[in-house]
């Protein structure tokens, strides 16, 4: 076993290394020591799950905690950096390319954020998605004072050509338009009473669509929404609102191709069922995509210590999926987040947010220390369970060595983040 440099790469520093790293596992508690052990490297990995079953699994990222020079070198000390780059095969941004990152004044753009995020995705072989064109929040402070009837039709076509036609042929799909639908808002046709519908009318959601066409022809336009998922009568009703919104988008030819289901589900309460199967089912007659977008699962009302939160958070994650992968034109999932202490859930301090003991949330596949929670394992076997394997695998879009590009990600399990390089111990291999 020669690395190129004619050293074994199972040097004896690196096999104690292993070991030391074993006796830090073993001092962990509970399920958290069995899943120290587990490795989520390579093979094991989300990102190669679903790629096998012919799925992405993805998340929503903050390009400026990515370790982006590590990451094109193949490998990466920071916990965070691994994760994205080892678990995911798409990335989105979680805020970065919303109107108010991108435009502090009217006049100009940051993009630099959005664009760090593409040269990570370029780096470790990830597609991307655009996260979002058109949306009634996260606007820019000067938006309120500066937009008018007479101006917001300019403002929004030309936004929507200036970002989508900076990443063109980059993207594999834009939200163009986010949570545009809201029945209880009393209009006929359900729309939301957005800034955009009251500057412009109801035709903001064509004209919105139909410039991203011309801008991106290549990425797959979709309509996102949040609140879509239940059988209750609210979401019901929601839900038929997006499938008539849909209808009428498509019955006129504007180019639509995918709907977005952000999934940010409630760990107690009803579960999905019934009516979202046939939402995807009517989606796929029009030969629309459907995406699980931006999942997670809020644990505020579930009473209990951490345990009780991951097996509820892991069941919520078993029987979504569960329900919805197996779908022929579902094609993604994305989670809201990697890692626990980074959901938004916990940095939103709202009623909806908040437990009453004051414990933080943990919705997402890893832990604060970037072990796999039981959510991880959810997903992996909901994955499993889709779809059969898909004969041959994709190639790879990066031209990194894959192999390389997993390196950093073998060793799980050490609760201050990474072990150094020297502690990796790889699959033996035949030179
Ligand atoms: C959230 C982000 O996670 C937060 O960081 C931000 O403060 C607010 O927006 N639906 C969406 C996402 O489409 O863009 C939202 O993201 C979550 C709900």
Same mark, same amino acid.
């Given at each position: ?7 074994? +790469? ?36 989300? +990102? ?19 370790? =982006? ?21 798409? =990335? ?104 955009? =519908? ?22 797959? =336009? ?61 989606? +796929? ?32 994650? +078993? ?36 437990? &009453? ?44 060595? &894959? ?29």
């Amino acid at each position: 076993m020669m690395n190129q440099c004619g050293k074994s +790469r199972w040097s004896r520093r690196d096999l104690l290394k292993g070991s030391l790293a074993a006796a830090a596992a073993a001092a962990l508690p509970g399920w958290a020591k069995a899943q120290a052990a587990s490795d989520v490297s390579g093979s094991n990995s989300l +990102r190669e799950h679903a790629q096998a079953r012919g799925l992405l699994y993805g998340a929503a990222v903050v390009p400026q905690l990515l370790d =982006l020079d590590g990451a094109a070198a193949g490998r990466s000390g920071d916990v965070y950096t691994q994760l994205v780059a080892g678990q995911c095969n798409i =990335l989105v941004a979680e805020n970065a390319m919303k109107w108010a990152p991108l435009r502090p004044t009217a006049a100009s753009f940051n993009f630099a954020p959005a664009d760090k995020l593409m040269r990570f995705a370029s780096a470790a072989g990830q597609q991307v998605r655009g996260h979002n064109l058109c949306w009634h929040e996260q606007l820019p402070g000067w938006f309120k004072t500066t937009a008018t009837k007479e101006n917001a039709r300019q403002l929004l076509v030309e936004h929507i050509q200036t970002v989508a036609g900076r990443y063109r042929g980059q993207i594999q799909s834009w939200d163009v338009v986010n949570e545009a639908v809201l029945p209880k808002d009393g209009r006929p046709d359900g729309l939301r009473n957005s800034p955009w =519908l009251e500057l412009i009318g109801p035709e903001y959601i064509e004209i919105a669509f139909q410039t991203a066409a011309a801008a991106d022809p290549n990425a797959k =336009l979709t309509y996102n929404d949040y609140d879509i998922e239940l059988d209750t009568p609210d979401q019901t009703e929601k839900r038929t609102q997006v499938l008539m919104l849909v209808r009428r988008l498509k019955a006129r030819n504007i180019p639509i191709h995918a709907v977005g289901i952000q999934s940010h589900l409630k760990a107690d309460g009803p579960q999905a069922g019934v009516g979202l199967q046939t939402f995807i089912r009517e989606l +796929r007659k029009m030969n629309l995509e459907v995406y699980v977008t931006e999942m997670d699962v809020n644990t505020k009302n579930i009473v209990g210590g951490p345990d009780a939160q991951d097996a509820a958070v892991a069941k919520a994650y +078993r029987d979504y999926l569960g329900l919805v992968l197996p779908e022929p034109n579902v094609k993604m999932v994305l989670t809201w987040g990697i890692m626990n202490n980074r959901t938004w859930l916990n940095q939103i301090k709202k009623d909806w947010t908040q437990r &009453p003991d004051g414990a933080p949330q943990r919705p997402l596949p890893f832990d604060d220390h970037g072990r796999p929670t039981p959510a991880f394992e959810a997903l992996s076997a909901a994955i499993d369970h889709a779809r059969p394997l898909t004969r041959k695998r994709p190639q790879q879009s990066s031209a990194l060595d &894959p192999a390389n590009l997993y390196k950093p990600f073998r060793v799980q399990g050490s609760p201050a983040g990474a072990p150094p390089e020297s502690s990796y111990v790889p699959t033996p291999q035949v030179q």
